[in-house]
């Protein structure tokens, strides 16, 4: 590697700003995020398709969307 120890503190700096830039930017990590997309894809998957058709309405209507009711 190299014999000169300065080194050490400035790359241990140059990692905690590292740190403190990527959490300001996304408090989760880029693993945490492909964790819950994979968990909401097996979860999805696992979901008959009529209960997925009614999650669905459920969504649109809780973010406001105006839905048409079918009698």
């Known amino acids: 590697m190299?014999?000169?120890h300065?080194?050490?503190?400035?790359?241990?700096?140059a990692g905690m700003c590292a740190t403190?830039?990527?959490?300001?930017v996304d408090r989760h990590s880029f693993y945490d995020h492909l964790k819950m997309q994979?968990?909401?894809y097996v979860h999805h998957e696992s979901?008959?398709?009529e209960e997925v058709e009614?999650?669905?309405e459920v969504?649109?209507?809780d973010k406001g969307e105006n839905i048409t009711e079918v009698k």
């Open 2 to 4: 190299t014999d000169r």
């Open 6 to 13: 300065n080194v050490i503190f400035h790359l241990m700096l």
């Open 20 to 24: 403190l830039v990527a959490y300001l």
């Open 38 to 40: 994979f968990i909401q």
């Open 47 to 49: 979901i008959p398709e």
């Open 54 to 56: 009614k999650v669905d």
């Open 59 to 61: 969504d649109s209507v």
